[in-house]
């Protein structure tokens, strides 16, 4: 077990953790960049041993910047739109883990943007693949083995898209609708069990996927920014960072033993305002 650094986020004042997850061993998948690297940052912070997992060989860099800084980090390069690579990217993670899981984080995921006239078939079924397909797979390896000891917890990520439609983005939209309501199915299944499945719906922040959306090239505010501000009564983004707090609590062993089969949003209030 790694040694807890200080001046973490989600800390108390007195230095003890809000929310109890050290020693935990977790899987984050997408986790080399954006939400997913912040929030395995937030368990290699707390104690944890993270297995991360990413596309490309950029994951062995991650990992191995997170172990120089002296944490307990494994990284796992594989392709989850490929089925086969889905249980052998799972069971390696499992096999780095020493053979245990007490987490999965499911953040990894994918875009495409066409209207719904002209989306093509072969992009609609990557997206699902990967975005709905993988973490199905995923939350049934996991559940296997957290069956077994009778404890587990499982945080899909959702996204503000699992409530509201969208705009040319039919594959997003039915994965994202599909994820919240598999993590309700997953946790009626498996609740009675030892076993918390819930989601976090993030609200807009800004990544590599859609900073171009966002924008422009001198960094002014595109047109659908200002929208989305405008739609958020707090009139701003939501910080990756922001996310730990709540994966955390739903992690947490005492405060959210009661809580299974949530959506929570992480959306600077985004979900609840009318506009008007």
């Known amino acids: 077990m790694t040694t807890q650094k200080s001046g973490e986020r989600w800390k108390k004042p007195m230095g003890q953790s809000l929310f109890d997850v050290s020693g935990r061993k977790v899987i984050v998948t997408g986790g080399t960049r954006g939400l997913g690297l912040g929030m395995a940052e937030g368990f290699l912070q707390a104690g944890c041993k993270v297995a991360i997992v990413g596309t490309s060989d950029k994951v062995f860099a991650v990992a191995e910047e997170e172990c120089n800084k002296g944490y307990d980090c494994v990284g796992i390069k594989g392709d989850l739109s490929k089925r086969e690579e889905v249980y052998r990217i799972f069971n390696e993670c499992v096999e780095k883990l020493g053979g245990d899981l007490d987490v999965l984080v499911t953040s990894h995921g994918i875009q495409r943007r066409h209207s719904a006239e002209e989306f093509p078939l072969n992009e609609w079924d990557d997206v699902i693949s990967v975005n709905l397909s993988s973490i199905f797979v995923l939350c049934q390896e996991a559940g296997k083995i957290m069956l077994k000891k ?127």
């Open 150 to 276: 009778g404890y587990g917890k499982i945080i899909n990520v959702a996204s503000m898209n699992s409530f509201f439609g969208g705009q040319t983005i039919p594959a997003y939209a039915a994965a994202k609708g599909g994820v919240a309501q598999l993590t309700k199915e997953l946790s009626n299944d498996w609740a009675g069990r030892g076993i918390n499945v819930n989601a976090i719906a993030p609200g807009f922040l800004v990544t590599n996927q859609n900073r171009a959306l966002l924008f422009n090239e001198d960094g002014t505010p595109t047109a659908r920014s200002a929208k989305i501000l405008n739609g958020t009564p707090t009139h701003r983004f939501v910080d990756s960072e922001e996310l730990i707090g709540g994966t955390f609590f739903l992690c947490d062993d005492k405060a959210a033993s009661a809580v299974t089969g949530v959506v929570l949003p992480i959306d600077a209030g985004f979900a609840a305002y009318s506009g008007v």
